[in-house]
């Protein structure tokens, strides 16, 4: 049990980490493209607030799997 314990305690540390550089990141990967005049400021909040959300989940997830094993 401990090593499973051991192995999600790490896969959060990099899910926590690559969530980070996605945070750092955001604007230069999912920022305004120019080639796409129909994108409103809305469907770009609607992409960003799926994205944040994945990443939340998988958070809740290891989270619980450390603390619950």
């Known amino acids: 049990m401990i090593g499973l314990k051991i192995g999600f305690a790490v896969c959060l540390l990099i899910v926590f980490l690559a969530g980070l550089y996605t945070f750092k990141n955001f604007e230069r990967w999912f920022?305004?493209?120019?080639?796409?005049?129909?994108?409103?400021?809305?469907?770009?909040?609607?992409?960003?607030?799926?994205?944040i959300l994945v990443w939340l989940l998988a958070m809740k997830l290891l989270v619980m799997m450390v603390w619950i094993l």
């Open 31 to 51: 920022g305004q493209d120019l080639n796409v005049p129909s994108e409103t400021e809305s469907s770009r909040l609607l992409n960003k607030s799926q994205i």
